[in-house]
């Protein structure tokens, strides 16, 4: 079993000068592609990039800064959902409910948000990345040539919020079936099981056996 | 009829020229019935090899392969949408059913990065409980793999000595949490409640059970002449393309990645506290992929029997509200689950419920390297890369 590798000793674990290090190195490298970046230490970094420079940073990321390792793709859609948490009656006229779109980390202009997150396979440190979406175009660039796996994930966000993804080689339904219309990740999107029939859920809170009913300790 | 630059023709009479016309179309049209077209084949979506409904649609010229495809989403649940109405402590019903045979291992991600947001910890009996939970169900999971590798390649023993002895570790999480399957046994804050009396002594019981199992596996299938020939040299995953597709866990150990999460990143569980081994593999193929898994399976024995003699004593549940809110925020955490990295990106708006999760689980990222890996293997190999790879269609779907 001589050609069997075995890991040495565990590694000293990330400490946040280490996430503040690379942070700094990769806004040194990206320039003024990143819009705004944030460092949590202890947890995470934050970056929005802008929407044109999308795929340059991609390769500058992978091919320069070695974060060669691609997790996941996907996005979020800003908007409050304007049903709610689908626990409205029926029968009632549908409530007023403020819309107005606010951003997560890092900010954003639009109401759709592609994040992305990469992460170094040698240093262990991840990055979020996010990017607007145009709200008119729908479309940003694709970067499943620069990382393949993000092929599937482009797709599934294709189908599931209605972004495009230009140059991708092939934007196929995943999941719905092909003739499936809107987007169900979309917040304007009803879930429609919650439409028809309340949900029971909204009596949730039962005593406890022996508990005290009305306590919220 | 004349056959003009035929030069036996001047020799040959009728009868023996007719014969020969014959003779000539006939190969001709043997050499039109060899020379392979493309044919389409269809594998499942109903297929014992794709352990649920996964479709996997390859064209080939021959024996091999040239294009494939898996076709998912005949299980597509949606829990990236039915998160968004449930509350915070009702998601763990969902994120259960993502990777059924490692339930519990679900969970914790989730819980851990609402717990993140909410700045709450659980005590360290609760995380010791939750890190033995977690590798019984890495145990659970993989040894059925390992049972299920041989019905790939025709050996149908290893099966049920994986089903007999996968029965254990499940009857232990059935006592300590009430769920074979689906445990839902996670609380932000800790857990629902701490271990039944004697767990501990059965439970080292059974790790010895499985220690022995494994050793079962490696002699009935690893050493084995066919096994061996079927998997070693077999779809070959090198390492950039592993990383490049996102593979995880023992795929992308198997390629010579040493990257194991419960090492690398710190986590509130007690990993730390256990002194246990990374396998990796430097070949990158099928054979590689399975070796590794079953030392981790022998390894995450070794975690549960020394964490069982640590375990800190003290409450299992921190004190959290009754009525949960989350703060506004958002968190990424993922652990080392049986099938590979599983994460999840919470998204809270201060609310009882997420206000978006993005679940990123192992075998979708897995399976996307498929098209990749079976461009140019033999038919029969389509079979055993799969079952090496390792994904459970729950878990490819969400």
């Known amino acids: 079993m001589s050609q069997l590798s075995q890991a040495e000793a565990p590694t000293p674990t990330v400490s946040d000068t280490l996430r503040e290090t690379i942070a700094t190195e990769v806004c040194g490298a990206l320039g003024d592609a990143v819009v705004e970046s944030m460092v949590k230490p202890g947890d995470d970094i934050w970056m929005r990039l802008?929407?044109?420079?999308?795929?340059?940073?991609?390769?500058?990321?992978?091919?320069?800064?070695?974060?060669?390792?691609?997790?996941?793709?996907?996005?979020?859609?800003?908007?409050?959902?304007?049903?709610?948490?689908?626990?409205?009656?029926?029968?009632?006229?549908?409530?007023?409910?403020?819309?107005?779109?606010?951003?997560?980390?890092?900010?954003?202009?639009?109401?759709?948000?592609?994040?992305?997150?990469?992460?170094?396979?040698?240093?262990?440190?991840?990055?979020?990345?996010?990017?607007?979406?145009?709200?008119?175009?729908?479309?940003?660039?694709?970067?499943?040539?620069?990382?393949?796996?993000?092929?599937?994930?482009?797709?599934?966000?294709?189908?599931?919020?209605?972004?495009?993804?230009?140059?991708?080689?092939?934007?196929?339904?995943?999941?719905?079936?092909?003739?499936?219309?809107?987007?169900?990740?979309?917040?304007?999107?009803?879930?429609?099981?919650?439409?028809?029939?309340?949900?029971?859920?909204?009596?949730?809170?039962?005593?406890?056996?022996?508990?005290?009913?009305?306590?919220?300790? | 009829m004349t056959i003009v630059n035929d030069p036996l023709n001047a020799k040959l009479g009728d009868r023996e020229r007719l014969s020969y016309i014959a003779s000539q179309a006939a190969d001709a049209r043997l050499n039109v019935e060899l020379e392979t077209e493309g044919m389409t084949l269809n594998i499942g979506p109903q297929h014992p090899a794709t352990h649920g409904t996964l479709r996997i649609i390859a064209r080939l010229d021959g024996e091999q392969v040239v294009w494939a495809e898996p076709s998912c989403g005949y299980m597509h649940r949606g829990y990236e949408k039915l998160t968004e109405v449930r509350t915070f402590p009702q998601v763990t019903t969902l994120i259960n059913r993502i990777d059924w045979l490692g339930s519990f291992a679900n969970e914790v991600p989730f819980i851990l990065a609402a717990e993140k947001l909410m700045g709450v910890e659980a005590p360290p009996r609760a995380q010791w409980i939750r890190t033995i939970l977690?590798?019984?169900?890495?145990?659970?999971?993989?040894?059925?793999?390992?049972?299920?590798?041989?019905?790939?390649?025709?050996?149908?023993?290893?099966?049920?000595?994986?089903?007999?002895?996968?029965?254990?570790?499940?009857?232990?999480?059935?006592?300590?949490?009430?769920?074979?399957?689906?445990?839902?046994?996670?609380?932000?804050?800790?857990?629902?409640?701490?271990?039944?009396?004697?767990?501990?002594?059965?439970?080292?019981?059974?790790?010895?059970?499985?220690?022995?199992?494994?050793?079962?596996?490696?002699?009935?299938?690893?050493?084995?002449?066919?096994?061996?020939?079927?998997?070693?040299?077999?779809?070959?995953?090198?390492?950039?393309?592993?990383?490049?597709?996102?593979?995880?866990?023992?795929?992308?150990?198997?390629?010579?990645?040493?990257?194991?999460?419960?090492?690398?990143?710190?986590?509130?569980?007690?990993?730390?506290?256990?002194?246990?081994?990374?396998?990796?593999?430097?070949?990158?193929?099928?054979?590689?992929?399975?070796?590794?898994?079953?030392?981790?399976?022998?390894?995450a024995t070794k975690i549960v029997d020394q964490l069982l003699d640590g375990i800190p004593s003290g409450p299992v549940m921190a004190k959290v509200p009754k009525i949960i809110k989350v703060p506004e925020g958002e968190a990424w955490v993922s652990t080392e689950n049986p099938l590979g990295e599983m994460g999840y990106y919470v998204v809270s708006r201060g609310d009882v419920g997420p206000f978006r999760v993005k679940i990123r689980s192992a075998s979708f990222n897995n399976i996307s390297v498929v098209p990749w890996v079976l461009r140019g293997v033999y038919v029969p190999d389509i079979i055993t890369i799969l079952a090496s790879l390792y994904f459970i269609l729950g878990d490819i779907d969400r």
């Open chain 1, 50 to 217: 802008r929407t044109d420079a999308w795929r340059s940073s991609m390769i500058t990321l992978r091919e320069s800064l070695g974060f060669d390792y691609f997790c996941f793709l996907s996005a979020i859609d800003w908007l409050p959902s304007p049903f709610g948490r689908g626990e409205d009656d029926p029968t009632e006229p549908a409530p007023e409910r403020d819309t107005t779109v606010r951003p997560g980390y890092c900010g954003g202009a639009t109401r759709m948000q592609v994040f992305v997150r990469l992460v170094s396979s040698t240093k262990h440190v991840g990055v979020t990345l996010k990017v607007d979406v145009p709200d008119d175009a729908m479309t940003i660039d694709s970067i499943s040539n620069v990382y393949a796996g993000a092929n599937w994930h482009e797709r599934e966000t294709h189908e599931m919020f209605g972004i495009s993804f230009a140059g991708h080689p092939d934007l196929r339904n995943m999941y719905l079936p092909t003739d499936f219309e809107g987007h169900p990740l979309r917040k304007d999107f009803p879930l429609l099981a919650r439409m028809v029939k309340p949900w029971p859920g909204i009596v949730d809170v039962e005593p406890m056996p022996g508990g005290d009913a009305g306590d919220e300790s």
């Open chain 2, 134 to 299: 977690f590798e019984l169900s890495r145990i659970a999971n993989v040894s059925l793999f390992l049972g299920d590798l041989g019905v790939q390649m025709g050996a149908v023993t290893p099966v049920f000595f994986a089903f007999r002895d996968r029965e254990y570790v499940l009857d232990l999480i059935e006592s300590a949490t009430g769920g074979r399957f689906h445990p839902n046994f996670d609380r932000i804050g800790g857990l629902k409640d701490d271990l039944p009396a004697g767990w501990i002594q059965e439970t080292k019981q059974v790790m010895r059970k499985m220690r022995s199992f494994c050793d079962e596996i490696e002699s009935l299938l690893f050493g084995n002449e066919i096994f061996q020939s079927r998997t070693r040299g077999i779809g070959v995953i090198p390492r950039d393309i592993a990383l490049q597709y996102g593979l995880s866990g023992a795929n992308l150990r198997a390629s010579g990645v040493d990257w194991d999460l419960r090492r690398d990143q710190d986590s509130p569980l007690a990993w730390k506290n256990a002194d246990w081994k990374v396998f990796t593999h430097p070949d990158g193929d099928s054979f590689a992929r399975c070796w590794v898994r079953l030392q981790e399976t022998r390894e």
